[in-house]
């Protein structure tokens, strides 16, 4: 059954259609400039994608992927949901990674969160959202886990900074425990797993050294990655 909308003169908003057009306005001078600096590049890039990288992120407006890292379309596949959460019963994330991996054959899987992250920060005071409480959840198990590290600071910014981190090392450690990568792993496929951190405030990425090319290798840097966090 199909239902018709009719948008009358009484609900149509003015407002609204300026800024799209603002949209497409900056979509024709992007294409434009990319084109000004290599003709072929949409030709080229309509043929297929073969990026080196599946990147994990926030859904954060304020972090996007392929300018945080100087990469042109193409270069970064690309998956993001709130406070960059893998789990391993969430097929969105997996199928995103089983193509990835097995299809384009990334050979980096980048797990990037931010400092400031809302939905860290909302699981860190308590704070109830709505439906995305229930996603949440998965950032509260990584806080419980590490409640004893947490504690020691009394400083909110401090406590909220060292919890963004904790959750990247945890869901980089999810990553590597998927059925995807530890096939890839098994058969001999050439991958790494890494954990960054971006910074609101400098425009910069962090290494938070939890990188793994094996499944014996994501323990060794799981332990390493957490110990290196400060005191």
């Known amino acids: 059954m199909f239902f018709l909308v009719h948008i009358s003169a009484r609900n149509f908003n003015p407002k ?35 990026p080196e990288y599946l990147w994990i992120g ?12 100087g990469l042109a379309p193409g270069n970064i596949f690309v998956h993001r949901n709130v406070a960059n959460v893998i789990v391993h019963t969430d ?32 699981t860190l005071q308590r704070d109830r959202v709505g439906l995305v409480d229930n996603w949440l959840r998965h950032v509260d198990d990584v806080m419980q886990k ?18 963004c981190e904790l959750n990247v090392i945890e869901q980089v ?3 590597c425990k998927t059925t995807v990568v530890r096939d890839a792993w098994e058969r001999g496929q050439p991958l790494s797993i890494h954990g960054w951190i971006y910074g609101m405030r ?4 962090r290494d938070l050294h939890a990188s793994a090319s094996s499944s014996e290798e994501a323990r060794l840097s799981y332990s390493k990655a957490i110990s290196s966090l400060p005191e």
């Not at 193509?99 to 939905?119: E, M, P, R, S, T």
């Not at 590490?146 to 919890?163: A, K, M, P, Q």
Request: hydrophobic residues 40%.
């Open 146 to 163: 590490h409640h004893s590290l947490l504690s020691r600071f009394e400083d909110d910014t401090i406590r909220l900074n060292h919890l």
């Open 202 to 205: 400098d425009g910069l990425l």
């Open 16 to 50: 609204i259609m300026p800024s799209l057009t603002e949209l497409f306005n900056n979509n024709k001078e992007w294409a434009r400039d990319l084109i000004a600096k290599d003709p072929q590049f949409f030709e080229d890039l309509a043929v297929q994608q073969r």
């Open 91 to 122: 097929f969105n994330s997996l199928s995103v990674m089983q193509f990835a991996v097995d299809v384009l054959q990334v050979k980096h899987i980048i797990v990037c969160g931010h400092y400031g992250c809302g939905g860290v920060r909302a």
């Open 58 to 69: 926030c859904s954060d407006s304020r972090v996007p992927a392929e300018e945080l890292v």
């Open 173 to 175: 450690s999810n990553v």
